[in-house]
């Protein structure tokens, strides 16, 4: 079993800049990727952003030069800066953690970005 604990999300301003920490705990072992989905009320969960163990990161087209995901495999932390905020970012984060058997996920941080 893998545990995540999220934090950093909040209130911000359209322009403003938060970062999503993600630290995973327990049996960490088979990492093979870590990264972010978001709901948005009333859509789907969408994948934001990801890191593989290896260090490639992919991102949603839609905060493509404004959000870097990065990692500390040492630490099995994954952080997500998130610049040039937009009031559609808005949502819960969601950090999750793929091992070779399963995917494990946070309890989620709101994300809210006012206009």
């Known amino acids: 079993q893998v545990q995540l604990v999220e934090s950093g999300g909040g209130l911000v301003q359209t322009g403003g800049s938060l970062r999503l920490s993600c630290a995973a705990s327990?049996?960490?072992?088979?990492?093979?990727?870590m990264g972010w989905y978001r709901q948005a009320p009333g859509k789907q969960r969408e994948l934001v952003a990801a890191?593989?163990?290896?260090?490639?990161?992919n991102y949603v087209d839609s905060v493509k030069g404004r959000f870097t995901i990065s990692g500390d495999n040492a630490k099995n932390i994954v952080y997500l800066q998130m610049n040039s905020l937009k009031p559609e970012d808005t949502a819960v984060y969601y950090c999750?953690?793929?091992?070779?058997?399963?995917?494990?996920w946070g309890q989620g941080t709101q994300v809210t970005v006012s206009s």
């Open positions: 327990g049996s960490t072992f088979s990492k093979l990727a």
């Open positions: 890191v593989s163990s290896g260090g490639t990161t």
């Open positions: 999750y953690y793929d091992s070779l058997r399963s995917r494990y």
